[in-house]
């Protein structure tokens, strides 16, 4: 992952990342580790949620009616840009244009292991 003068972006679809291990990751621990992982990485960050976002920032979205609708209608105008889910149909529907997939369970994990 390289710091080149047009980084691309991390699209992450909160709800499903968050929700791809047991226990849950809070909203506001998904933000704090992908906002650290974003920065080590020199990634740009976008983390959209279903309803409103744990707290305020230009990299968070609070998507309605979903943060799977909100993906799909504006994650091209990131490009280049990475998305986050591990929701099928998400993929079709907004990943046509990524330069990389991520799978939520994999992404979170990383988040997860690298902080603990």
Known sequence: M???ANPATVIVDAENVRR???PNVSKGRLVELARAWAEANGMNLVVVFDGPAPADGADLVSAEPSADDWIAAHAEEYAPY???TSD???RE???GAAE???GGGMFVREL?????
């Open 112 to 116: 997860v292991d690298r902080n603990d």
């Open 88 to 90: 099928r149909e998400l």
């Open 20 to 22: 791809s291990i047991w």
């Open 2 to 4: 390289g710091r080149d």
């Open 100 to 102: 990389r997939m991520l």
């Open 93 to 95: 529907r907004a990943g």
């Open 82 to 84: 990475w998305l986050v």
